[in-house]
């Protein structure tokens, strides 16, 4: 019986050693087989990826020495699932990344610096200023080569202007009241403005207001020369007031809006129920499919009496600090923004090339895209908002809503809303330092 | 004739002996649940002791810095943080809300499932469909649904003239609260269903006939056979419905994202914006620690009044 039981043991132990050897051949099997590079592509927004696939497929097949992996990372969860692959060593070669993860990513040092690839290369050049500019956010060194931006624009929908009589888009805050209130018909359910209050870039509405009511600061920031932030001003909060206003006295924005989100008013958008929205460059395709292409007109966010300042984003391509094949990572790059490539991708999901070049192609002709390059060329009118803070995903994400719903809803006055958002900011940067 | 023996004098084994006579009697059989058990310590043991450990440091991996020891500083931090006190009454809010129509419902469904009628396979799944369905997708039909501009509810409420304009759901926290709770437990009643259903069907049909015998009314039934036979499937149930809600943020995350001005940001969306969005994974551990201290007092307490209750 003894001698059965340790002969099953051995048996067993045997198996168990086989088991865990098992690895180490395989490994040793795949040293052995050369082949092209590989590196891993992390894709994680919820648009474009069809394109990006397309491009990496390309790209191997034409680069015999290098195979590019596509992981594709849903956005919702992109921030954790990032900085889990990040600490535990398994995030992605090189990756998508938007200029609202920058602060997380790049001051963790996760993150490649990438001006010595650039300077090099001579692609900055080729690089829209706007776009370099967000990519040096962090310390003033690159850690994202751009391939799109994005200005905040307004959008509007030319068949329900022309049933109001409205001929053109408004200039300025108060042709935009004026015409909000002729579009809007409450018997209809119809409205002329959307006032963002959810979650959402609801943060670049509502600021826009303050700013283009009050000025920017130094070097077109949110902070004075004594490094305090500006929103708290008389000026500043008459112009959220302004905005208010819309919501809440003139009532030309739906009653839900004040907690809706982005997602929410594209809906209504496209439900031929809003005249006019804000919103990013990315709209123009899913704005275009919903009420369409003849219908979308765009225009540049109404002006104030202290001038017309508009908010901008963008995303690019970053390599991981700790990726071994990082020349690799950069060629694939490098493709990626080639101006064929880049105008093709872009065309594909709506927003404006990072590339220069790429500005001449045919589709970027289409009346609606005037008013957004337009934007982008008018750099001094880009507000440089303080996403290099760590915590400001926080401060955008959950922090602004919180407030601006409070306000809208009328649990606290514009100024107390002022002072929250402005104490906030300037408790980023002291905290930052 | 009966012998007796005398019991020969015990030699008392040395260790090393009594460990080899072990490791022959048992050794397989350990050698066996070893991988599952260094599965377990690797899956549940070590993220628990390790987010035990990081509750007690100031980390926060965004900034670059190196993590510092704090002690019970994050503790007392929380124990200030006027946002962890209110998002833990909202977190009360939404599991109380949610666990007894949940409950409620799903008793009321078994009990339907539970007799002999025609089709009953039919509507068995229809009405258990819900609980196949992500938190998310659930989520995005209740707030289109809902939806303050655009939505269905809006629509056939003013169509019946119950209503003359479009209700903004999400703008007030009592519409906003019982817009979530209503897409919650029509996604979570199932699940009790599941359960009463199959406690219901171990009870022997001879209790009832005898009930039946004995002149007790369908009331009576349900007291004295019925719920002391089920009693222990519904604690059970609940308890795991309480514990479950309490963590969930896909549903709540996806159509309020906390608000209206925060009114739904429970415990586990506050935990995500300090950690993912704010970088204090410091003291967003701490805040985990806190939440799962709560849910093991809970459980506890839950548990000691069960033992309490009715027994079958």
Sequence with gaps: ?433 | MVTTQAAAPRVRASPRQRFARLWKREGLAWTLVAPVAALVAIGVLFPLGYVLVLGSYDYSPYQNRPAQFVGLRNYGALIADRAFWSALGASVIWVVGSVVPQFLLGLGMALVLNRTFRGRAIVRTIILAPWAVSGVVTGFIWMWLFDGTIGVINGLLMQAGVIDAPVPWGIYEGTTWLMVLVANAWRGAPFFAIVVLAALQSIDPALYEAASIDGASARQKFRFVTWPLIFNAVVIATLLRALWTFNFIDLLWTMTRGGPAGATTTLPIYIFDVVYQKGQFGYGAALAVALCMLLIVFSAAYWQMHRSGPSP
């Design chain 1, 1 to 433: 019986m003894a001698k059965k039981h340790r002969a099953q043991r051995r048996v067993v132990l045997r198996g168990l050693a086989a088991a865990a050897a098992l690895p180490l051949a395989q490994a040793n099997l795949v040293r052995a087989q050369a082949g092209p590079q590989k590196i891993t592509f992390g894709w994680p927004f919820a648009n474009g990826t069809q394109g990006m696939e397309e491009l990496a497929k390309r790209f191997s097949n034409e680069r015999k020495t290098i195979e590019v992996e596509v992981q594709v990372i849903p956005q919702a969860q992109v921030i954790p699932r990032l900085t889990t692959a990040f600490t535990g060593g398994q995030a992605p070669d090189c990756m998508g990344m938007s200029d609202a993860w920058l602060a997380q990513f790049a001051n963790a040092g996760w993150l490649e610096n990438l001006e010595g690839r650039i300077k090099a290369s001579g692609i900055e050049s080729e690089i829209v200023p706007a776009s370099m500019a967000m990519a040096r956010m962090i310390k003033n060194q690159a850690h994202y080569i751009g391939f799109q931006v994005e200005p905040y624009a307004l959008y509007y929908n030319k068949r329900v202007f022309a049933e109001a009589g409205v001929a053109a888009p408004p200039g300025d805050v108060d042709e935009l009241r004026n015409v909000a209130l002729k579009l809007t018909d409450r018997a209809k359910n119809r409205y002329g403005f959307y006032v963002l209050g959810g979650s959402g870039w609801q943060f670049q509405q509502w600021c826009g207001w303050m700013v283009n009511h009050g000025g920017v600061g130094v070097d077109n920031t949110l902070y004075d020369s004594q490094g305090k932030c500006i929103l708290d001003g008389p000026r500043h909060v008459q112009g959220l007031e302004k905005w208010l206003a819309l919501y809440e006295k003139d009532k030309v924005s739906p009653p839900a809006s004040a907690t809706a989100t982005f997602q929410d008013q594209t809906n209504a958008f496209n439900a031929n129920q809003l005249g006019m929205v804000m919103g990013w460059g990315a709209y123009l395709t899913t704005l275009a499919q919903g009420i369409g292409e003849a219908n979308l007109g765009t225009a540049m966010p109404p002006a104030g009496p202290a001038g017309q300042y508009f908010f901008y984003g963008g995303n690019g391509f970053a390599i991981n600090a700790a990726a071994k094949n990082k020349d690799a990572c950069w060629e694939f790059i490098r493709y990626l923004l080639k101006p064929e490539n880049n105008s093709r991708w872009n065309e594909q999901y709506g927003a404006i090339p990072a590339v220069q070049a790429a500005w001449t192609s045919d589709w970027l002709k289409a009346p609606k895209y005037a008013a957004p390059m337009e934007m982008l060329k008018r750099t001094s009118s880009l507000v440089s908002n303080p996403r290099y803070l760590p915590g400001y995903a926080s401060f955008q994400n959950q922090f602004c809503p919180e407030q601006i719903q409070k306000t809208l809803l009328g649990k606290q006055t514009a100024q107390e809303h002022g002072k929250a958002v402005a104490d906030a900011l300037n408790d980023l940067r002291a905290k930052a330092r």
